[in-house]
């Protein structure tokens, strides 16, 4: 990455105008929406499934959207520059705009299967943008690992989702809302809300899914901004956030969510202590925040979902602002690890000012947004319903963490002894810091008068989700009361442990390698195990012989269609059939005399005839019982077949002769032959004994000429009546081909 | 590939008519036994005498373009055949039908369906080539 030859992308300062303009829109919008009106759009999808695109715009949509607007704007002007390679630009954008319009989609859907397409949308595209340096091993591997975890956690939402809806025969949203009492006394309310929160917690990287996260920061830096810490890791806490009213408020709901979510936050900030690439201990705040998020969505009191609400905001703010200030110190010097750079002040004024403001932010300081978080997830912490003294703990131990790390991110890079890193540092170019500099004073104002955000946004999002009786005041000062003190004791504690960060740290290690389990260790053995079992199937069914192939799918098919048939055993009655005449008896001894000369002759040219006589007699059988059509295109394929066989078969070396005529191989494929033929024998006479349902063939025969304008019933069934049919086979063929093609190429090749 | 000049003086006699009497099967087809698909099949019977009797490189010279993109061109012409329907608002695959000289004894009734026989037609052919040539080359 070098910063000095490379231009800033036109399509990135361009398209930045989709986002901005999408923020102006949404912006008009706040006013009705406080007041409680629903913006809601509808377009029907797949009708007879009951899939709508439909979009409602209520309090909670809007705060999200307005989040991915924002955030969406700055980190695409900030990519114009900061991507090294421009030729991949167009990429880059296509996927960023992609994304954004995803998520948006995902936000305000109105209908649980088209929020599941976005929702499956934000983790393709999240894949696509982890692997954005595709040349990389490690970009690749960490992308993978996203979209399995992401993935799999997305068709355990679609199986919540299904049940969802066969509970409630309705798979609009508003209307499911309705039921929420008949969902919570359902027998499968279990299974739906286990399948929801597997997909939530995936997503949203909670323990023990939260390893993807970190590993997901091979992406570039702009991205781990906006999708791996603002947008799509919040997708779960949407969702969570979203079905509050459906599926909360239950023990089994608030237990889950407290405990997962305070043991996520726990862990999340421990980790983030540890780690020295900026990125990753961003990342690990960034598990902190969405534990913390997770467990204050598992309560039901209004000061609790506030709470979600408003940390939602703050962190949204000072994280991407964190993240692009990160992208800029590695943009500005080529490193990202925090033991190689130091006194960035001097030569990064407005960086570091604007990474200030974040990390007061994050620590929590008063007449910051963070503060303001801080008090009220108290306030919420000590109502929780269910373990308010884990929940208020936890919250503790996290936010003094948090206030560490501040104190490490922001200390460590910018004040004490500059150090020589790999390019001279110097400022940013301003399409790179006005993000950060802007939600970095976002965070000031806000944090100086918070009832105003807490007014347009924060309310009308509670109430979308909530039925919220009291008024929460997002206020400075509230008095000297129990979160003031909290809040106080968070302070010092986050100093306390600054100061002690390197026992600290080597404590964390320790303790860490005392632990023989990873979560990240189960997937990989699990993938592992796949790839061995893949292997072996392969070694087993796919030898490279042709021979077993052709033994394999055909013995499958004798048993697979053998057995049942044999099972619900059809008398068959052979007295139905008129005696067939002399000419039909004496094509049939010519297939038999050429069956045998196939089997016992030593010359590939007179095997391969003899086959095409055989082919040839059941096309004469198929003529002298009135089916030329098919009698045509039999004798045809057989007239190829042959051309094609004796083609390959014709290079191969002579046959032995002094081999005996029969062989284990050919005993075997004789009684596979044998059985097949048997087996369509009977099938055919099983099939003839009942009665044929006409209607079909009436009405091909009654339309054929006058509609489809064809006396050949056959011909205008193929190209007509069933055409789709035809134009499906005709791409296998087609398909096929290539394939064979390839497979010679390959061959002359090697 | 094989040099043999009564083969050679036959194919060229016989190329010609069997690729003639293809087309003639492919267009009465609607009619009567034959259609797009048997009649692909008789024409790569054709190119295969063809290529056995003078090899793959003067087939290949004869036909100028690649098999690969005759069976593509066919599957499209058979795809762009239906989509003509949902372009007058009719569903997928309606056969549309153009009738000249309408209830005269000499009536011609040309559609979409003629069109989606052809791209059969040409997918089947070009598949046929594709493979009867790379084998031959091989």
Same mark, same amino acid.
């Given at each position: 990455?070098?910063?000095?030859?490379?231009?800033?992308?036109?399509?990135?300062?361009?398209?930045?105008?989709?986002?901005?303009?999408?923020?102006?829109?949404?912006?008009?919008?706040?006013?009705?929406?406080?007041?409680?009106?629903?913006?809601?759009?509808?377009?029907?999808?797949?009708? &007879?499934?009951?899939?709508?695109?439909?979009?409602?715009?209520?309090?909670?949509?809007?705060?999200?959207?307005?989040?991915?607007?924002?955030?969406?704007?700055?980190?695409?002007?900030?990519?114009?520059?900061?991507?090294?390679?421009?030729?991949?630009?167009? @990429?880059?954008?296509?996927?960023?705009?992609?994304?954004?319009?995803?998520?948006?989609?995902?936000?305000?859907?109105?209908?649980?299967?088209?929020?599941?397409?976005?929702?499956?949308?934000?983790?393709?595209?999240?894949?696509?943008?982890?692997?954005?340096?595709?040349?990389?091993?490690?970009?690749?591997?960490?992308?993978?690992?996203?979209?399995?975890?992401?993935?799999?956690?997305?068709?355990?939402?679609?199986?919540?989702?299904?049940?969802?809806?066969?509970?409630?025969?309705?798979?609009?949203?508003?209307?499911?809302?309705?039921?929420?009492?008949?969902?919570?006394?359902?027998?499968?309310?279990?299974?739906?809300?286990?399948?929801?929160?597997?997909?939530?917690?995936?997503?949203?990287?909670?323990?023990?899914?939260?390893?993807?996260?970190?590993?997901?920061?091979?992406?570039?830096?702009?991205?781990?901004?906006?999708?791996?810490?603002?947008?799509?890791?919040?997708?779960?806490?949407?969702?969570? =956030?979203?079905?509050?009213?459906?599926?909360?408020?239950?023990?089994?709901?608030?237990?889950?969510?407290?405990?997962?979510?305070?043991?996520?936050?726990?862990?999340?900030?421990?980790?983030?202590?540890?780690?020295?690439?900026?990125?990753?201990?961003?990342?690990?705040?960034?598990?902190?925040?969405?534990?913390?998020?997770?467990?204050?969505?598992?309560?039901?009191?209004?000061?609790?979902?506030?709470?979600?609400?408003?940390?939602?905001?703050?962190?949204?703010?000072? @994280?991407?602002?964190?993240?692009?200030?990160?992208?800029?110190?590695?943009?500005?010097?080529?490193?990202?690890?925090?033991?190689?750079?130091?006194?960035?002040? @001097?030569?990064?004024?407005?960086?570091?000012?604007?990474?200030?403001?974040?990390?007061?932010?994050?620590?929590?300081? #008063?007449?910051?947004?963070?503060?303001?978080?801080?008090?009220?997830?108290?306030?919420?912490?000590?109502?929780?319903?269910?373990?308010?003294?884990?929940?208020?703990?936890?919250?503790?131990?996290?936010?003094?963490?948090?206030?560490?790390?501040?104190?490490?991110?922001?200390?460590?890079?910018?004040?004490?002894?500059?150090?020589?890193?790999?390019?001279?540092?110097?400022?940013?170019?301003?399409?790179?810091?006005?993000?950060?500099?802007?939600?970095?004073?976002?965070?000031?104002?806000?944090?100086?008068?918070?009832?105003?955000?807490?007014?347009?946004?924060?309310?009308?999002?509670?109430?979308?989700?909530?039925?919220?009786?009291?008024?929460?005041? !997002?206020?400075?000062?509230?008095?000297?009361?129990?979160?003031?003190?909290? &809040?106080?004791?968070?302070?010092?504690?986050?100093?306390?442990?600054?100061?002690?960060?390197?026992?600290?740290?080597?404590?964390?290690?320790?303790?860490?390698?005392?632990?023989?389990?990873?979560?990240?260790?189960?997937?990989?053995?699990?993938?592992?195990?796949?790839?061995?079992?893949?292997?072996?199937?392969?070694?087993?069914?796919?030898?490279?012989?042709?021979?077993?192939?052709?033994?394999?799918?055909?013995?499958?098919?004798?048993?697979?269609?053998?057995?049942?048939?044999?099972?619900?055993?059809?008398?068959?009655?052979?007295?139905?059939?008129?005696? #067939?005449?002399?000419?039909?008896?004496?094509?049939?001894?010519?297939?038999?005399?050429?069956?045998?000369?196939?089997?016992?002759?030593?010359?590939?040219?007179?095997?391969?005839?003899?086959?095409?006589?055989?082919?040839?007699?059941?096309?004469?059988?198929?003529?002298?019982?009135?089916?030329?059509?098919?009698?045509?295109?039999?004798?045809?394929?057989?007239?190829?077949?042959?051309?094609?066989?004796?083609?390959?078969?014709?290079?191969?070396?002579?046959?032995?002769?002094?081999?005996?005529?029969?062989?284990?191989? @050919?005993?075997?494929?004789?009684?596979?032959?044998?059985?097949?033929?048997?087996?369509?024998?009977?099938?055919?006479?099983?099939?003839?004994?009942?009665?044929?349902?006409?209607? !079909?063939?009436?009405?091909?025969?009654?339309?054929?000429?006058?509609? =489809?304008?064809?006396?050949?019933?056959?011909?205008?069934?193929?190209?007509?009546?069933?055409?789709?049919?035809?134009?499906?086979?005709?791409?296998?063929?087609?398909?096929?081909?290539?394939?064979?093609?390839?497979?010679?190429?390959?061959?002359?090749?090697? | 590939?094989?040099?043999?000049?009564?083969?050679?003086?036959?194919?060229?006699?016989?190329?010609?008519?069997?690729?003639?009497?293809?087309?003639?099967?492919?267009?009465?087809?609607?009619?009567?036994?034959?259609?797009?698909?048997?009649?692909?099949?008789?024409?790569?019977?054709?190119?295969?005498?063809?290529?056995?009797?003078?090899?793959?490189?003067?087939?290949?010279?004869?036909?100028?373009?690649?098999?690969?993109?005759?069976?593509?061109?066919?599957?499209?012409?058979?795809?762009?055949?239906?989509?003509?329907?949902?372009?007058?608002?009719?569903?997928?695959?309606?056969?549309?039908?153009?009738?000249?000289?309408?209830?005269?004894?000499?009536?011609?009734?040309?559609?979409?369906?003629?069109?989606?026989?052809?791209?059969?037609?040409?997918?089947?052919?070009?598949?046929?080539?594709?493979?009867?040539?790379?084998?031959?080359?091989?």
């Amino acid at each position: 990455m070098v910063a000095d030859n490379a231009k800033p992308s036109i399509i990135g300062w361009v398209s930045s105008i989709i986002p901005l303009g999408l923020f102006g829109a949404l912006l008009y919008l706040v006013p009705q929406v406080t007041v409680g009106h629903v913006f809601r759009i509808q377009l029907d999808w797949i009708p &007879s499934l009951g899939v709508a695109l439909s979009m409602a715009i209520d309090g909670l949509s809007l705060l999200f959207a307005l989040i991915i607007c924002c955030v969406g704007f700055f980190v695409t002007l900030y990519a114009a520059d900061y991507l090294p390679k421009k030729a991949a630009a167009g @990429k880059f954008f296509v996927y960023l705009h992609g994304f954004l319009l995803a998520m948006l989609g995902l936000v305000m859907a109105d209908n649980i299967l088209a929020l599941f397409v976005f929702w499956e949308l934000t983790t393709i595209i999240s894949y696509l943008l982890i692997g954005f340096e595709c040349e990389l091993e490690t970009a690749r591997q960490n992308a993978r690992q996203a979209l399995l975890v992401t993935g799999a956690g997305g068709l355990a939402l679609l199986i919540g989702f299904l049940l969802l809806g066969s509970i409630t025969n309705t798979y609009d949203l508003s209307r499911i809302t309705l039921q929420a009492g008949v969902i919570k006394t359902d027998p499968l309310y279990g299974v739906v809300l286990t399948m929801v929160f597997i997909g939530a917690f995936t997503k949203s990287a909670q323990m023990p899914f939260h390893f993807w996260l970190p590993n997901a920061m091979t992406a570039p830096t702009p991205i781990s901004a906006f999708l791996h810490s603002a947008t799509m890791v919040k997708a779960g806490i949407y969702l969570l =956030a979203r079905l509050h009213p459906i599926l909360g408020g239950t023990p089994a709901w608030m237990g889950t969510l407290v405990i997962i979510g305070g043991i996520t936050a726990l862990v999340g900030s421990v980790l983030a202590m540890r780690a020295s690439d900026l990125k990753r201990i961003l990342a690990f705040t960034t598990i902190m925040a969405l534990g913390i998020l997770t467990m204050f969505l598992g309560g039901k009191t209004t000061p609790a979902l506030t709470a979600a609400m408003t940390f939602l905001m703050v962190h949204s703010l000072y @994280k991407s602002c964190l993240f692009l200030v990160v992208g800029i110190i590695d943009h500005q010097t080529g490193t990202r690890q925090i033991d190689h750079i130091g006194g960035l002040l @001097k030569s990064m004024p407005v960086t570091a000012l604007a990474a200030a403001t974040a990390a007061l932010s994050m620590a929590g300081f #008063p007449l910051f947004f963070g503060f303001i978080g801080k008090e009220i997830m108290y306030k919420g912490a000590l109502t929780e319903d269910v373990f308010p003294g884990f929940a208020t703990t936890a919250a503790l131990l996290a936010n003094a963490l948090m206030t560490a790390v501040a104190g490490i991110l922001i200390v460590k890079p910018f004040l004490g002894p500059e150090k020589k890193t790999r390019l001279i540092p110097r400022e940013a170019p301003w399409t790179m810091w006005l993000g950060p500099v802007f939600m970095g004073s976002l965070g000031v104002i806000f944090g100086i008068v918070p009832d105003w955000i807490g007014h347009w946004l924060i309310r009308p999002a509670v109430r979308a989700f909530h039925p919220s009786m009291e008024d929460i005041q !997002l206020k400075l000062f509230h008095g000297i009361n129990e979160p003031l003190l909290l &809040s106080a004791a968070t302070l010092s504690l986050g100093a306390l442990l600054y100061l002690l960060r390197q026992p600290l740290r080597q404590t964390i290690d320790y303790v860490l390698k005392q632990i023989p389990i990873r979560f990240e260790h189960l997937y990989t053995g699990g993938l592992e195990g796949i790839v061995k079992i893949a292997r072996m199937q392969t070694r087993i069914l796919q030898n490279g012989s042709l021979h077993r192939y052709l033994s394999i799918i055909i013995g499958s098919v004798i048993l697979g269609v053998g057995l049942p048939f044999v099972y619900s055993y059809i008398p068959l009655d052979f007295g139905r059939y008129p005696h #067939p005449s002399l000419f039909a008896w004496l094509l049939g001894g010519i297939i038999v005399v050429a069956v045998v000369a196939v089997v016992a002759t030593k010359m590939r040219l007179l095997a391969i005839c003899s086959l095409g006589v055989v082919g040839a007699g059941i096309a004469m059988l198929f003529l002298i019982n009135g089916a030329p059509d098919v009698a045509l295109t039999q004798l045809l394929v057989e007239t190829l077949t042959v051309i094609i066989v004796s083609l390959v078969l014709l290079r191969l070396p002579r046959l032995d002769p002094r081999k005996a005529v029969f062989s284990a191989g @050919k005993t075997w494929s004789g009684i596979l032959a044998i059985a097949m033929g048997a087996l369509i024998t009977a099938l055919i006479l099983a099939v003839n004994q009942t009665d044929l349902e006409r209607s !079909l063939t009436d009405f091909f025969e009654a339309n054929s000429y006058i509609a =489809a304008h064809g006396r050949n019933i056959v011909n205008v069934i193929l190209v007509d009546f069933r055409s789709l049919d035809t134009l499906g086979e005709i791409t296998v063929v087609a398909l096929a081909g290539l394939a064979c093609y390839g497979l010679i190429q390959k061959r002359k090749v090697e | 590939m094989m040099s043999s000049l009564i083969l050679k003086t036959a194919t060229r006699l016989l190329v010609g008519l069997i690729l003639t009497f293809s087309i003639y099967l492919l267009l009465r087809g609607h009619n009567a036994p034959g259609g797009g698909f048997a009649a692909a099949l008789v024409a790569g019977t054709g190119f295969a005498m063809f290529a056995i009797a003078e090899g793959p490189a003067v087939v290949r010279q004869a036909i100028r373009i690649a098999p690969q993109r005759i069976a593509m061109c066919g599957l499209g012409l058979a795809l762009a055949s239906g989509l003509v329907a949902p372009l007058t608002g009719q569903p997928f695959f309606t056969g549309l039908w153009w009738i000249w000289k309408k209830g005269q004894p000499s009536e011609v009734a040309i559609g979409t369906p003629l069109f989606f026989d052809v791209g059969v037609y040409f997918a089947v052919l070009g598949t046929i080539l594709t493979l009867i040539l790379a084998l031959e080359e091989n």
